[in-house]
């Protein structure tokens, strides 16, 4: 594969794209887990969708408009979703998750019925729904580079308020942190990488690669940092390893990169177990 | 003589829909003190600590922090606060004692300041004060709900403030850690100068290290030293905020000085 991918540029996008977004996908990850918020990284990408099939009935049907790129559609429906799931969390103030399954439902809703005005449902559509190692264009590869390095450097800028107002809300506001402005922020981000992961992953399992590296880095490690840190890694051990077997067997990426990610997962549980072996049978629990 | 005030209430009032749980208060906290707010479950304790910090808006009456307008006060970094919440966090959350104690300089930070080396120094500091210095590296999951409680106020600690407020921070600590968490408060206030409002109803214990108590049950009915209140007879005692305050006050010997 290595040699495959000097020679093609669609396979250096899709590596590039790749680690990327093992990189950012966990980063946000954490904050999403930590803060019992994993499902609204589900219906952000089923959003993306409605988006994705929008774009291309819009390709269809209006002629002016030709080789629109659907990921950048997918983008704005993934955004204003985000805006909407936090409106709805206050409409329905003691039952927040709510918000998550009335977006999700909305959301592939409109999108099968766009899709099918489209007539979408071709290979195209499998690319989106499970990722492909070959529809990343260099464009959409830029696109993710800039949304990484915001991203990141986001972050960074507001490490210390995003963890003060994952771990205590309350505290966070006394401290002065402008909560409201950070969780937008927040969640606008993670709109636009669930819509950047998605030509690799898919937009069916993005979601895992937000969530299932978190969760084998919460078993191994104590520190927050150290979460962090074990999350990109277990990430990006999962896009490398599913992208090179993808190739390989001819399967879409998505499902090999989400598998590597169960794998790491499990031997994080068994790692806990064994490292804790004087009563692991007990059952111990997090 | 008394000290600079640091919270002042004028006449603070405050509904929840229609039903008024904190009325016509008048309450003065002068630096150094050491101030118990008791007072049965329901009386508005909580409301009225939710008011001080500017959580909710009174709807009638002045409060001023620091001889500031709370709306308009931002010097948040001089008040810490300790909540009973901290007892029931996501004890499976990844940080470790130092990052949760870290993050109380948040409050002294600039946005888009990064946490520095210097800030190390401030963290043990503050960790030897509440003699949680070696759990540094633990997980805050790991630990009991005292020593839970100690980090909380390592947190509220660590940026240098003059008050630290405490919403009923022994709910959920052992009994036998309680009366080491109230010495640690006592020493906190004498060696510190630091003022402390702490609410409980709990009455007997915290009469006994309390330097005054304010007695509310929707208003205060009692506002003075710890003295005053102990030298006060049964008959004076129930006036003080109605019937409820026989049964809390019965399971509890109180201490005279």
Redesign the interface.
């Known amino acids: 594969m290595i040699e495959a991918i000097f020679e093609y540029e669609f396979l250096q996008n899709a590596v590039i794209t790749g680690l990327l977004i093992g990189l950012v996908a966990p980063l946000l990850g954490v904050f999403i887990v930590v803060r019992r918020l994993s499902l609204i990284a589900d219906a952000l990408s089923h959003i993306t969708l409605t988006g994705i099939a929008a774009s291309l009935l819009i390709e269809k049907r209006v002629t002016a408009v030709n080789d629109w790129n659907p990921m950048y559609m997918g983008m704005a429906f993934s955004v204003v979703g985000a805006v909407f799931i936090e409106k709805l969390r206050k409409v329905y103030k003691h039952y927040e998750e709510l918000a998550i399954p009335i977006m999700l439902s909305g959301g592939i809703g409109l999108g099968v019925i766009l899709i099918s005005l489209a007539d979408g449902f071709n290979t195209d559509l499998l690319g989106y729904l499970f990722g492909s190692v070959t529809a990343v264009s260099r464009d959409n590869m830029w696109t993710v580079v800039i949304i990484t390095t915001i991203v990141v450097l986001i972050v960074l800028a507001f490490y210390k308020e995003l963890f003060v107002l994952s771990f205590d809300e309350e505290h966070a506001s006394i401290a002065g942190v402008n909560a409201k402005s950070i969780h937008f922020l927040f969640i606008v981000m993670v709109a636009l990488v669930i819509a950047s992961a998605m030509q690799v992953v898919g937009i069916l399992l993005v979601s895992a690669l937000m969530t299932l590296p978190v969760a084998a880095a919460l078993r191994m490690s104590v520190s927050f940092k150290q979460t962090i840190g074990l999350s990109v890694l277990f990430g990006e051990i999962s896009v490398v390893t599913g992208l090179i077997s993808a190739y390989q067997l001819d399967v879409p990426p998505g499902g090999t990169i989400v598998m590597a990610a169960v794998v790491l997962l499990l031997l994080s549980i068994v790692y806990r177990k064994v490292r804790r072996s004087g009563n692991w049978w007990k059952g111990e629990t997090i | 003589m008394d000290q600079e005030p640091l919270i002042e209430l004028d006449g603070v009032s405050f509904k929840y829909d229609r039903e008024w749980v904190v009325e016509d208060v008048d309450l003065t906290i002068h630096k150094g003190q050491f101030l118990g707010l008791v007072g049965p479950n329901g009386s508005g304790k909580s409301t009225l600590i939710k008011l001080m910090?500017g959580?909710e808006k009174p709807n009638r009456g002045q409060i001023r922090l620091f001889g500031k307008q709370v709306k308009k006060f931002?010097r948040?970094q001089e008040?810490g606060?300790v909540?009973q919440?901290?007892n029931s966090?996501?004890s499976?959350?990844?940080?470790?004692v130092?990052?949760?104690v870290r993050?109380?300089?948040?409050?002294r930070?600039n946005?888009?300041?990064?946490?520095k080396p210097t800030h190390k120094d401030k963290v043990y500091e503050a960790l030897a004060e509440v003699e949680m210095k070696e759990y540094a590296?633990?997980?805050i999951g790991e630990l009991s709900g005292g020593q839970q409680q100690r980090v909380f106020i390592a947190?509220a600690l660590v940026s240098d403030p003059s008050l630290i407020i405490l919403d009923e921070p022994t709910v959920g600590v052992d009994s036998e850690h309680v009366t080491a968490f109230y010495d640690l408060l006592g020493k906190l206030n004498r060696e510190r100068n630091l003022t402390l409002l702490m609410v409980s109803h709990d009455i007997g214990t915290i009469t006994s290290h309390a330097t005054h108590v304010a007695c509310m049950n929707k208003s205060v009915h009692f506002h003075g030293s710890t003295e005053d209140y102990h030298h006060m007879d049964d008959e004076d005692l129930s006036g003080i905020y109605g019937h409820s305050v026989q049964q809390l006050t019965h399971n509890h010997e109180v201490t005279h000085p």
């Open positions: 910090l959580l931002n948040w008040v606060f909540s919440k901290a966090f996501n499976g959350f990844p940080a470790t130092y990052e949760v993050s109380g300089l948040v409050s930070m946005m888009f300041q990064l946490f590296h633990y997980s947190r």
